[in-house]
């Protein structure tokens, strides 16, 4: 009789513990930045937003130090997109995704005001 | 590793050496005029079948009782003592849910096979000895089955069903992935096994490369037992051309008393790292019961016998519960819901199983009159409920379209079965509704384009097919042979959605007119087993037809076969029919134990394959393939082969557990399309082209020792697969080298509440792939099987 209350406590712990450790964690977001550099003037820019709608936007730049950043938290697998052009033939340009602050995937040009500067992926998981 | 292979082959001649000279031996040295004890347990209260008793047959009389042998009832209630010297014994039937008793009988009558049945009513110390003599009654059926109960499976290391099916002799799987392995039965597989849950609901699964089969909906720690029936035969389940897979799982009873009980299992492997937890609480009066479960797999990266890590993980979330009644021992229904959430990895298909969720439901309602032509009557009700998501954005190409598919699958049914005693036999009428829905949508997001655009693209359009059956099956027991005969009809209508593609620019690119189709399908088979003393034979013959699926009518140009085609749905397809025949010997001796040895031949007329289309009729859609096939009704496919399997009677502390088996398919005449990099360029005929994915010959053989009154059990197991040279030209299929493998595993069961199972699978971390495994994307190598991996099962019940 002693045993079988052992066995029945040690059983409930187990299940009790079963249960515990099956509470799943949330999945931990990662800090998204586009960045686009190098542009004299300025550029057109099509992005990903942060709830994956595709957003169009002018930018106008006072010199090629300027930064245009956009800046988002995302689930890993998530499609992150920014793509750009200038119509500047003696400007450049530089774009670039940060996943967690660091580069995750960058493209430029200089002196090409005919091509897209395209760079794009999914959020990779920790 | 060439070491290391010698090394198993030296083991493999050593048990073989032991099997010719020395086995032999060690069963005449068991030989003697011993006495057969063997039966049935019930539930008296509910008259069905009582697994996992445990049973001990002692000495009698005895100031000290010795116990001669122990084991527990199977799945069906039975149990088997093989070698009783003793002339008065007493048995003594212990369960967690009935009163302890125990049975004295004498064994002096002169007979040597003492048939025994018992009734255990739950909960009450008295009246419980009700003991029956009966004579001997087969119950085994003219064809082949191989059932396993839980007790079987628990003592494993099994990421899920289909692994487990592997075990089986002439049940092969494909990986694609670390879970989910789809299961292949004597070379016939998909749509050609039949795979139901608790004898009824059918799955359709979600996604077209079949990450998600139906084996894959039920975890194997909620299996009761599962029942492989091979050949075309099991008409009562449906029309499995090739076989049919039973998953029966658990579910409680009523009691006598209120009672509460719980089960926990918490298992750990080190390859992958994988940790399993499963635990259900069930409780029950005499009028009702619940239970309650959940499960939780969560398992990483498998390596390879090299050391190279696998992209297999995969994660498994389950939760479901089921409640029922009886009354007056004449009514009894219960209904049941299981949901599951899937996250799987795999390497072998262009996506990964990101977001599948499940909800499977079941009602069932028995009247149980008991009367002298009306038995019994059954309804069963289901539905199953699939949302898989699946995508690309662990493949290199995500980084140019990454592409998610969205699929939803309904499968509703119902089906009702009444059990007469009619002609000095019994006889089973039922009819059958099953009711399939598919839909599914492909989102392409191309993001390398500047306004990174997104195409949607049809997998499936509002696909339903309808089936309505009604079958019969006869059986009755002469005295000397068993026949066994059942029909069945099969009305099936299947429509879907226009199924259009049209290009980027709007432009339709391919389009099927006629979406509708209507089949009527009539299978019939029988069987008859001549019994000669402990030696039976066994007939059966069939002819069977199978309407086409949901991918072989209505799939919308996509890569689901084992070539690199984009494939079409043709929903004009014709049924595909069966003939097979099988003979089954069969020797069960007290002193050898069960032999069986069974050969088989099907003769399949419309096999379903596929053909090239020319590319100016369509073009294909997946970058890298070499075109787009249409499913066909082919020529004829011819498969034969033999299944060996011998176990040792169950009392001997010593034993051995052997199966070999083979299977040989050829298809009488293919095109075979001869390639040149990414381009067909010419044609030619193949006759008698060996079939594409066809396991090898393989045995296994495990060696047990059962130590202290079975609380101990250390087995050794080796299992041997020989090369597979016969591949299939038209396929594109490559040759796969043989292997060997060596396992050991212990088993300690403590007492009824505490057992605790753990081994290592592949102790020489063999570097192999199966056959049947498929190849990872973007190589032309297979996927490999995991290395060596130590494994336990903790359970506890109370």
Redesign the interface.
Same mark, same amino acid.
Request: net charge neutral.
């Given at each position: 009789m002693k045993n079988k209350l052992i066995y029945k406590i040690l059983a409930l712990s187990a299940l009790l513990l079963i249960i515990l450790v099956s509470c799943e964690k949330e999945t931990e977001k990662r800090k998204i930045d586009y960045e686009i550099t190098r542009s004299v003037t300025g550029f057109s820019v099509n992005y990903l937003d942060k709830n994956g709608t595709l957003t169009k936007k002018d930018v106008e730049v006072n010199s090629a130090k300027d930064i245009w950043r956009y800046s988002f938290t995302a689930e890993p697998r998530s499609i992150v997109f920014v793509s750009a052009s200038y119509k500047d033939i003696n400007s450049s340009i530089n774009v670039k995704i940060k996943v967690d602050g660091k580069v995750y995937k960058q493209a430029s040009t200089r002196y090409d005001t005919t091509m897209y500067v395209t760079v794009s992926g999914v959020v990779p998981e920790i | 590793m060439v070491k290391v292979k010698k090394k198993l082959s030296l083991v493999m001649w050593l048990l073989c050496l032991f099997l010719v000279f020395g086995y032999p031996l060690h069963l005449f040295s068991q030989d003697n005029d011993a006495k057969v004890v063997r039966g049935q347990v019930f539930n008296e209260l509910t008259r069905e079948a009582l697994s996992d008793v445990a049973v001990k047959i002692e000495t009698y009389p005895a100031t000290e009782p010795r116990v001669i042998a122990s084991t527990y009832t199977d799945y069906s209630g039975r149990f088997s003592f093989e070698e009783i010297r003793d002339s008065e014994v007493s048995i003594k039937f212990e369960h967690a849910d009935f009163e302890t008793f125990k049975k004295v009988i004498s064994l002096t009558d002169g007979r040597r096979v003492y048939d025994i049945k018992v009734f255990m009513k739950p909960d009450k110390p008295v009246d419980l000895e009700v003991v029956v003599i009966e004579e001997r009654k087969t119950e085994k059926k003219p064809y082949m089955s191989t059932i396993a109960s839980s007790r079987e499976i628990e003592q494993k290391a099994v990421s899920d069903v289909g692994e487990y099916l592997r075990s089986m002799p002439n049940v092969g799987g494909i990986r694609r992935g670390g879970a989910n392995i789809d299961p292949v039965v004597r070379g016939f597989k998909f749509s050609q096994i039949n795979v139901v849950i608790d004898g009824a609901q059918g799955v359709e699964g979600g996604c077209p490369n079949r990450m998600d089969p139906a084996t894959s909906r039920v975890e194997a720690e909620d299996v009761e037992r599962i029942e492989v029936y091979k050949g075309p035969y099991a008409l009562r389940f449906g029309t499995g051309l090739g076989g049919t897979i039973n998953l029966v799982t658990k579910k409680p009873q009523v009691t006598n008393t209120p009672q509460v009980s719980?089960r926990?299992l918490?298992g750990y492997e080190s390859n992958p790292n994988g940790h399993k937890?499963h635990?259900s609480?069930r409780g029950s009066n005499a009028h009702l019961y619940a239970q309650f479960s959940?499960s939780?797999w969560n398992y990483g990266n498998y390596r390879d016998g090299e050391g190279n890590f696998i992209k297999s993980a995969f994660t498994k979330?389950n939760y479901g519960g089921i409640i029922g009644g009886q009354y007056n021992n004449l009514y009894e229904f219960s209904l049941s819901m299981r949901r599951s959430y899937h996250e799987v990895l795999f390497p072998a298909l262009p996506m990964d199983e990101?977001d599948d969720v499940s909800l499977l439901t079941f009602g069932e309602f028995n009247y149980t009159p008991h009367g002298q032509y009306f038995e019994k009557l059954s309804i069963k009700a289901y539905q199953s409920d699939i949302h898989h998501i699946m !995508?690309n954005?662990n493949r290199p190409f995500? !980084?140019t379209v990454?592409t998610v598919s969205d699929v939803k699958a309904l499968t509703s049914g119902i089906k009702a079965e009444a059990f007469f005693n009619v002609f000095s036999g019994s006889l089973i009428a039922g009819i059958d509704y099953q009711n399939r829905q598919k839909d599914g949508l492909r989102t392409k997001?191309f993001?390398?384009?500047?306004?990174?655009p997104v195409k949607l693209e049809d997998l499936w359009n509002n696909a339903v097919i309808d089936n309505y059956a009604a079958y019969l099956e006869y059986s009755r027991n002469f005295e000397n042979y068993d026949i066994i005969f059942a029909a069945r009809y099969d009305h099936n209508q299947a429509k879907s959605d226009t199924i259009n593609l049209d290009n980027m620019m709007g432009v339709s690119i391919m389009k099927i007119p006629d979406t509708e189709s209507t089949l009527n399908n009539f299978s019939f088979s029988g069987g008859v087993t001549r019994h000669f003393g402990d030696l039976s034979v066994s007939l059966a013959a069939g002819r069977v037809s199978r309407s086409p699926d949901m991918l072989e009518r209505f799939i919308i140009l996509l890569p689901v076969g084992f070539d690199p085609y984009d494939y079409m749905g043709n929903p004009q397809l014709e049924p595909e029919i069966n003939n097979q025949a099988d003979l089954t010997f069969r020797y069960n001796n007290p002193v050898i134990g069960p032999l069986e040895l069974n050969f088989f031949y099907a003769h399949v007329e419309n096999f379903i394959y596929g053909r090239l289309l020319p590319r100016t009729v369509q073009e294909p859609f997946t970058i890298g393939v070499l075109g787009v096939k249409e499913f066909y009704n082919a020529d004829i496919v011819n498969i034969t082969g033999f299944e060996i399997a011998h176990r040792t009677p169950e009392n001997y502390d010593f034993g051995l557990a052997l199966t070999a088996s083979y299977a040989h398919a050829t298809i009488s005449e293919v095109t075979h399309y001869i390639r040149e990099g990414n381009q067909v360029v010419e044609t030619e005929q193949i006759k008698n082209d060996p079939l594409n994915e066809i396991p090898p010959f393989e045995a296994s053989l495990d060696v047990f020792y059962r130590l202290f009154n079975n609380k101990l059990t250390p087995t050794v197991g080796v299992r041997f697969v020989n090369d597979q040279n016969r591949v299939s030209k038209a396929m594109y299929e490559s040759k796969t080298p043989g292997y060997t493998l060596l396992s050991a595993r212990l088993a300690y069961q403590h007492?009824s509440?505490?057992s605790i199972h753990t081994g290592v699978n592949n102790i020489f971390d063999i570097h192999y792939y199966d056959h049947l495994n498929r190849r990872m994307v973007g190589t032309p190598q297979k996927i490999y099987e995991p290395g060596r991996n130590f494994f336990v099962n903790?359970i506890?019940?109370?």
């Open positions: - | 719980a926990g918490r937890e635990f609480v959940g939780r979330n990101v !995508d954005k995500s !980084d990454a997001n993001i390398m384009q500047p306004m990174a007492n509440f505490v903790l506890f019940n109370l």
